[in-house]
């Protein structure tokens, strides 16, 4: 079992930047890929990046292709989502996931272990 805490969301205007932060307890964090995801109000939650398990691949979002960079540090438990030229459209609850596994799963229910998330608002 893994527990994460994310952290770092907040306000900022169009075309700023942020950081997220999600922390994992337990002395196997090296085993889980770590997916982030979003929740706008009224939609379902969707993919947004995720990094294998040694942080050596990444796959995003058509839409945070090119913006959005995901990162891990496995010595510190923590995975990273670095977001620039934020939009309003971004606005959203962001999660961190993980899950078990080698190859890269983009679908929301293959993940078990999830953040209580965090709340980043892009202002126009």
């Known amino acids: 079992q893994v527990q994460l805490v994310e952290s770092g969301g907040g306000l900022v205007q169009a075309g700023g930047s942020l950081r997220l932060s999600c922390a994992a307890s337990g002395r196997t964090f090296s085993s889980y890929a770590m997916g982030w995801f979003r929740q706008a109000p009224g939609k379902e939650r969707e993919f947004v990046a995720v990094?294998?398990?040694?942080?050596?691949?990444?796959y995003y979002a058509d839409s945070v292709k090119g913006r959005f960079t995901a990162s891990r540090d496995n010595a510190k438990n923590t995975v990273y989502l670095q977001m620039n030229s934020l939009r309003p459209e971004d606005t959203a609850v962001y999660y961190c996931?993980?899950?078990?596994?080698?190859?890269?799963?983009?679908?929301?229910?293959?993940?078990?272990?999830w953040g209580q998330g965090t709340q980043v608002t892009v202002s126009s």
């Open positions: 996931a993980a899950r078990i596994g080698l190859t890269v799963v983009v679908v929301t229910e293959q993940y078990p272990y």
């Open positions: 990094i294998t398990r040694s942080g050596g691949s990444t």
